[in-house]
């Protein structure tokens, strides 16, 4: 009876973790067919790549917490990036957007109109999800469609036709692809810039009231409501603060890539949802921790990076990145089962 049990145990700690340990075999079996993928050059790259990608994902993650979703955020970034690369293209570049603009601007002002652009996206998803009612998944959709229109629109309008928004003023792409020489490897700003979002993030959801709402509204609605808990107004919070997280991401992925068009952002929201679902935050609602999140980016990224590194064909990276978000999911959904 008793070996039973274990058996039954082991059986079980087997399915919960099996994720991680694919994960974890796949990532070895790399290291052992190219052990030159542990360079530090390599490692510092994954990193770097992961940062924008992981501060999009600390947005999303408060989402998913209130058993939501947002399929906008990789286009919603695309447009906010569209706005710092367009403001701060070299002032000497003969076909920047803006020849008006003479000379270069404090790279804060881009900043802070990446973030309002993406503060407009995400109250139109809050109000309709906390005030309309509407399915997260169904107004997202909407405001990834409306998002991508007037990206479109907006890099159509210059006046030499849909180009690149490249270019960009030498101080913005230093601000952003800098990096710290630490002896043994170069640390990216990115990452910096990536851990102080993330440490933020983890204040937000561990010491204020709007953090211990959003899991207590994520765990049980009506409880929470029946507590006093202003729900709708504590929802509009979260996606004020993920609006603000995405024009960051946005600016940053723009001096990153150094070249914004209309692919940009193109499927960053499912990197930021599978990064939040391997780091363990449940869809089932009011589950989910910021150092989970970041070590299912990362991982994610080291999958991602690692696949690139073996030449694995593109189109085999969908599938494999497709299984994986599967998996995730159905492991959650079990959890969820089990739970109750």
């Not at 570049?93 to 881009?110: F, K, Q």
């Not at 993406?118 to 109000?127: H, L, P, T, Y």
């Amino acid at each position: 009876m008793a070996d039973l049990a274990e058996s039954s145990k082991w059986k079980e700690w087997l399915l919960n973790y099996s994720l991680y340990i694919i994960l974890g075999v796949l990532i070895i079996a790399v290291v052992v067919y190219e052990p030159r993928f542990l360079s530090t050059r390599n490692l510092s790259n994954i990193l770097a790549q992961a940062s924008t990608r992981g501060i999009l994902a600390l947005g999303v993650a408060g989402m998913i917490v209130y058993t939501g979703t947002d399929l906008s955020a990789g286009r919603i970034l695309g447009v906010s990036a569209a706005i710092s690369a367009s403001l701060l293209q070299s002032v000497t570049y003969a076909s920047r957007m803006y020849p008006s603009i003479t000379e270069p601007l404090p790279l804060v002002i881009p900043l802070l109109l990446a973030m309002l652009a993406a503060i407009v996206f995400c109250m139109i998803n809050a109000f309709g999800f906390a005030v309309l009612k509407m399915h997260p998944f169904i107004i997202s959709l909407g405001t990834q469609l409306v998002a991508y229109g007037v990206l479109c629109l907006y890099i159509d309008s210059q006046a030499n036709g849909a180009q690149p928004l490249a270019s960009l003023d030498p101080r913005y792409i230093s601000a952003v692809n800098g990096s710290f020489d630490l002896g043994f490897m170069n640390l990216p700003y990115l990452v910096v810039y990536f851990a102080i979002c993330a440490v933020v993030m983890w204040v937000i959801w561990n010491k204020t009231t709007l953090g211990k709402n959003m899991f207590a509204i994520g765990g049980n609605p009506e409880a929470a409501a029946v507590s006093g808990v202003n729900v709708t107004r504590n929802i509009l919070g979260v996606y004020f603060v993920a609006g603000i997280l995405y024009g960051i991401a946005a600016f940053l992925e723009a001096g990153r890539v150094q070249s914004v068009t209309t692919a940009t952002g193109l499927n960053y929201e499912l990197d930021a949802i599978s990064g939040c679902v391997i780091g363990g935050v449940s869809f089932t609602g009011g589950v989910g921790t910021i150092p989970g999140v970041l070590i299912g980016v990362i991982i994610l990224q080291v999958i991602n990076y690692s696949l690139y590194f073996l030449g694995v064909n593109a189109y085999y990276q969908y599938i494999i990145k497709g299984l994986i978000i599967i998996l995730a999911v159905a492991i959650d959904v079990r959890k969820y089962i089990a739970k109750k």
